[in-house]
């Protein structure tokens, strides 16, 4: 009798268990096998101009082995000059900011001076995207000979690699700031030796800055289009007469450049303590990126590339934007020959300043040509 | 017909340019001169560049006030007000305009000529922006300003009802060539 009533009742229910359970591995696995895809890190084709190829651990060796080492390479001149650092990827979401770097690695040669590069400056924010979004994991480049894939990440490190986020975070600089700036790069400088995995992130940038002898910071970003500061240039109190002489040289591209200085008492920024605690020139440049603004529609690898978005040009009209965002969107390329003429003309004018420390790269992608031929046509193609 | 437009307004910008920028009747200033903003933007800097390059003996100060200018032979006043610029200076609309209103006080005592320029663009207008230009247009001998600053005329209107003359220019490089001729003898 109980017998067959655990029969009737139980069998099915276990073999609907079952059934269920297999699913639900399947399920996992697919998703899982997914979510380690953001883990593979992009090639980069250095030109033959690169003299080192480094790891971040190479300045900081308490990074090695963990997810915050990172890429840095180093065009050197053969003569004497100035040095200057170009961080991409402090925020990997913003995509600009990572492809001007990886077009002047795959591009550049130096003559005179020394040029450092470090296209993804926070690797770990690299691997995840920022959850809720439907963010696309990667988006893709056309070359001649085939397709090359960049990933978007998310603006904080990978909370798989730092957790948990404090209720509130005082960075090394003293500031008070929401739990998860723990985890924003751009809030952790001068960063901490013996601190959480993006504090050592920062900190081990310093090094570089330090051991490298930079004379000039460039930290590549873009902004969300409703955010004020964008095609703009922040600039440290040091760097003020650069940054109006790199507006002014910007208008030979026929672009304008919004100039925003530094607060002072907005702290672990690199346009502010990479002035303050380690003494050189320090700016920070923004374009504008739809993808990662609050007021997008579907996000997708189309609009992370060529910039169209549904809503963007109709917040645009009604006066809500600081920038014109037209139908046509704001194509990455575009974005990027931005961020290529802010970077020559900030050679120029470094140079045009300090000319005992002159520096010369050449085969910088001209920005205008960067808009006719895209960026593919400035990319290595895979073979 | 929109090609044909876009010549001739670009020939009478062009004729009036020349016009302006040789006139004899334009005023001349001298050096030294002190360079500081009407509200703290960051255009400032751009004019001590410009008039580095045109080679005139300058000194810029973002806070002067009107002791400050003693010694001095000129004023130029680069106007705009920033926020950011304001927050970054510690001072508020208010204190800054009271130091504007001092340099302009003093300047009137001393007989020391103004020169204003205005090169941010349509950005560098409203309401607080707009402050600053009525505060300071009065008390000019010229002004100089980036064209996309004037779509609405403010400055045309306010020059010729104060009989000053106003130079136009196209982009910010280019008022490069009135302030040197202006300094020149
Ligand atoms: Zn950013």
Redesign the pocket.
Known sequence: MRLRLIKKFFFPRLSLTIVLLILTLIIAFLAGKEFLVQRQSEPIFPSSGLSYHKKLSDYFPALRNTWGDTDVYIFEGKEPGGCILITGG??PN?PAGFLTAVILIENIFVDKGKVVIIPRANASAFTHSDPQEGSPQRFFISTAKGKRFFRLGSRLTNPIHQWPDPAIYINPSGQKLSGSEVRNL?RCYPGRPDGLLTEKIAFAIMEVIRQEKIDLGIDV???APEYPVINALVFHENSSELAALVAINMESFGLKLRLEASPPNLRGLSHREWGDAAGILAVLIETPNASHGRLKGKPSPDLIVEGIDKFYPRASRSGRLFVDYPETGIPLKDRVGRHLASIISLVESFNELYPSKKIKINNIPDPNEVALKGLGFFLHSPS | MEIKKTITSSLMFFLFYLFAASSPDLPKFSQPALITSAGQNAEVQMVAVLAKRAGIDHILNKMATGQDLEGYKSLLLVLGASLKGLGAAGIDINKELERVKSLIEFSRQKDIPILCLHLGGEERRGAQSDQFIKACLPAAKMVIVVKSGNKDGLFTRMCQDLGIPLVEVEKISDALEPLKNSFSK
Do not use: A, F, L
């Open positions: 402090t925020h913003e751009n970003h873009e902004s």
